[in-house]
């Protein structure tokens, strides 16, 4: 599977939207971006993912460029819950492979 | 439940103990994750068990380690002779089925080994 670069950490002012950047420049046709986040203690949380359509739901929006090499996750409104290590992960079956990640921090 | 189950929440064993962790997937979750999460670390990835196919045990990191699902749901990680190094959160994910759909994890394990 395909290895992400991510920066390691960011902030947030609560209510402005978060920017997370990833960039797969290896990804493969067949593999898919995923994006979770982990909030302290607790188990990583889906956010959504998508192959080479912006994708939104509840959460999130998914943009991917269209050479697929790098893509964006937005919180359109940050809020404090949303402080966690959020995750870019390509992968095209089963084995999900995390790197670090990146820690924002959304602050008052 | 309506999700990933994992027992116990939390273990203290002796070193050179054995210990088994459970895991109850979401019911008609075809994949099953084992990972584990060193403090301060990112998430390892350990096995990864779909239907009744062979599992990819390429994470496991020594032959101490070993995990079987039952029934295509319950899952159970071993870990024989444990060593200080053990000590870690030990999550569990399941998903409809491989890839392309997304993984629930469940809250972990935080494993002790004194």
């Known amino acids: 599977d395909a290895k992400t670069t991510q920066p390691p950490s960011m902030d947030c002012a609560e209510g402005r939207a978060a920017n997370l950047p990833c960039n797969h420049s290896?990804?493969?046709?067949?593999?898919?971006v995923y994006w979770y986040r982990q909030i302290h203690s607790q188990g990583p949380q889906y956010i959504i993912h998508g192959l080479k359509n912006n994708e939104t739901n509840e959460m999130a929006s998914l943009i991917i460029t269209e050479d697929r090499k790098s893509s964006t996750l937005i919180l359109p409104h940050a809020t404090l819950r949303d402080t966690a290590v959020y995750y870019c992960i390509v992968c095209s079956w089963g084995k999900f492979q995390f790197g670090a990640g990146t820690q924002v921090v959304v602050t008052p | 439940g309506a999700g990933v189950s994992q027992s116990p929440s939390n273990k203290v064993t002796e070193k050179g103990k054995d210990v088994e962790l459970r895991c109850d997937p979401i019911?008609?979750?075809?994949?099953l994750y084992w990972y584990r999460q060193s403090l301060g670390q990112g998430l390892e990835f350990l096995i990864y068990f779909q239907g009744n196919s062979a599992p990819d045990k390429s994470g496991l990191p020594s032959d101490r380690f070993s995990a079987e699902r039952t029934g295509g749901s319950v899952s159970t990680l071993t870990i024989q002779r444990t060593q200080q190094e053990d000590s870690a959160v030990y999550l569990c994910?399941?998903?409809?089925?491989?890839?392309?759909?997304?993984?629930?994890f469940g809250q972990g394990t935080r494993l002790t080994v004194v």
């Open positions: 994910a399941s998903s409809l089925t491989t890839g392309r759909t997304e993984a629930f």
């Open positions: 019911s008609g979750h075809t994949a």
């Open positions: 290896t990804i493969s046709g067949n593999e898919y």
